[in-house]
């Protein structure tokens, strides 16, 4: 899905969006900003962070100003207004060396979406990345937001990766052919995207169970970032085994039960672009 | 199609020559995969004899119709190289030009670097000159030791189709998936073991013959990067990096026989040259 986002006029004064208009899988692109002397030296004043490294034609920027700077691009995509109650975390990776005349641009794309307990807002955390002109990713990075809700819920679950919810949603969406090729084990698979786990109790082909938690804990678990599990199930096809052997999805536990599933993994993820 | 005797065994051998005349055209020796077969030039090979080419295809000992090597399953891609030689020199190929893919293209590089007097000419494809150990060949030692291990004919077939190149349409990539599961994974896992060991980073300079290397811009299990550096280290070599296509070019791309055509053409006007 990609969605570029006009600036809302209202985001300045009015609410912008609330929790319920973000959805899993929706992308960005900011304007391009080219990063300036004055960039340098005021961001080198304001942190007096003065190493030699942040000096001189060849200066490169602290890596902090990269998030400052995905920040106010983020702004500019107007999505934001006084719905927002704040920024909740940060995780941030410093890929390439940002200097002077560089031109970057953000590329957000929203990973996940969790209502809080308490039900009037929800988190929203945004995959951010800026690239430069080549494509190439310079800083990475979530972020999380914490949005006011417009209604009590309940949320769509379709895209929840690792939840109860999602858990439950694949597993009334799985091919027969799953039970079939489960039809002699006896374990429990875990799936995990981010922070967020879930386990389905397998006993001859059938799930008896989908839980935060298997009591002896999962034969093994297959995980990934919330951007992984975002791709894998808005790409045209099922492309598990091409982001399995390239890393992007890693696996814990019991090797030789993760080899022997291969194909209900398969099955897995193609319920789980089913219900996304 | 025929079986002889090489180095103490049954090969079976594939030809192809323009008119019928299975000896008649310029020799072309085509080499297959890692635990395939001839198979995988099935739609090339009658089209390139058309075009005027002797075109040989054998099953690698172990592999397809051919019978195993009597050592037992090869480890070591010289060994294939070797292979191929007295192939040639049984069939009585004069100056063949030899394409070759994956492992069939890094024993098409080994060829070059030890006879490049007694070659017309290579096409090497989704091979280097070394794979920086990966995989390691200390995991295909202890899958050859369980080669029943798990879904392993799943792992063949998806596998395939995360290399197969993205412009490849559905059903061909299918078919190419399914007719790999055919394989004798000790056989598949020996070729492996070959293909990570075998390092010609040091013999690639004396390569005499024209040579060119290509490699699927998709294709996951050799990087773009390993196929140039490879192409640098011989003298005049040039490579090419085909978009949209995988580790399989001879059995993704439609009218593979006429793109192989245009470069042989190529390598033969080198040699004028």
Not at chain 1, 31 to 56: I, M, Y
Request: some cysteine.
């Amino acid at each position: 899905m990609t969605t570029e986002q006009v600036l809302r006029p209202d985001t300045r004064t009015g609410p912008g969006r609330r929790f319920e208009e973000f959805t899993v899988g929706e992308r960005f692109t900011s304007a391009p900003r080219t990063v300036t002397a004055t960039d340098l030296a005021e961001f080198t004043r304001l942190s007096g962070d003065d190493h030699p490294l942040h000096a001189g034609p060849d200066g490169v920027l602290q890596g902090p100003f990269g998030i400052a700077v995905a920040m106010g691009l983020l702004q500019g995509l107007g999505l934001h207004g006084s719905a927002v109650r704040g920024l909740l975390d940060t995780h941030w990776s410093y890929r390439l060396p940002l200097r002077v005349g560089d031109t970057v641009r953000l590329e957000l794309t929203v990973v996940r979406c969790r209502r809080t307990r308490k039900g009037d807002a929800g988190v929203v955390t945004r995959h951010m990345r800026l690239v430069d002109e080549q494509g190439r990713t310079v800083q990475e990075g979530t972020t999380s937001a914490l949005v006011a809700a417009a209604g009590p819920g309940p949320d769509p679950v379709g895209r929840a990766f690792g939840t109860l919810g999602w858990g439950e949603a694949l597993v009334a969406a799985l091919a027969p052919g799953f039970a079939e090729s489960l039809a002699t084990w006896d374990g429990a698979i875990g799936l995990r995207a981010g922070e967020h786990e879930v386990c389905l109790r397998v006993y001859r082909g059938k799930v008896i169970e989908v839980a935060g938690r298997a009591a002896l804990g999962p034969t093994f678990t297959v995980e990934a970032d919330e951007l992984t599990w975002t791709e894998l199930v808005t790409a045209p096809a099922n492309e598990f085994t091409r982001f399995a052997m390239s890393g992007r999805f890693g696996m814990r536990g019991n090797g030789y039960e993760y080899l022997r599933l291969t194909k209900a993994l398969h099955l897995i993820v193609d319920a789980a672009r089913g219900i996304a | 199609m025929r079986y002889i005797d090489i180095a103490g065994a049954l090969a079976f051998v594939e030809e192809h020559g323009p008119g019928g005349d299975d000896t008649a055209g310029t020799p072309v020796l085509c080499l297959h995969t890692a635990g395939q077969s001839g198979v995988q030039w099935r739609h090339v090979a009658p089209a390139l004899a058309a075009r005027g080419f002797r075109v040989v295809v054998p099953d690698l000992p172990g592999h397809g119709r051919s019978e195993p090597a009597p050592g037992g399953p090869v480890t070591e891609l010289g060994v294939y190289a070797g292979w191929c030689l007295e192939l040639i020199e049984a069939l009585g190929l004069e100056r063949p030009y030899v394409v070759g893919c994956s492992i069939g293209g890094k024993i098409t590089l080994d060829l070059a670097a030890r006879a490049s007097g007694r070659l017309a000419g290579i096409v090497a494809m989704a091979a280097n000159a070394w794979t920086g150990g990966t995989p390691s060949e200390r995991g295909l030692r202890r899958e050859l030791a369980d080669v029943a291990a798990p879904s392993r004919t799943d792992r063949t077939y998806l596998g395939t189709l995360a290399v197969v190149g993205r412009s490849v349409p559905a059903e061909r990539a299918e078919l190419i998936a399914t007719m790999h599961r055919r394989e004798d994974p000790a056989i598949s896992n020996s070729d492996l073991i070959g293909w990570t060991t075998h390092d010609l980073r040091e013999r690639l300079g004396g390569v005499r013959c024209p040579a060119h290397l290509v490699v699927g811009a998709d294709d996951l299990w050799v990087p773009a990067a390993g196929t140039r550096a490879a192409a640098a280290l011989i003298p005049g070599a040039r490579c090419t990096v085909l978009d949209g296509i995988g580790h399989y070019p001879m059995e993704e791309i439609e009218g593979f026989d006429g793109v192989l055509a245009g470069w042989l053409a190529e390598l033969g006007s080198e040699v004028a040259a």
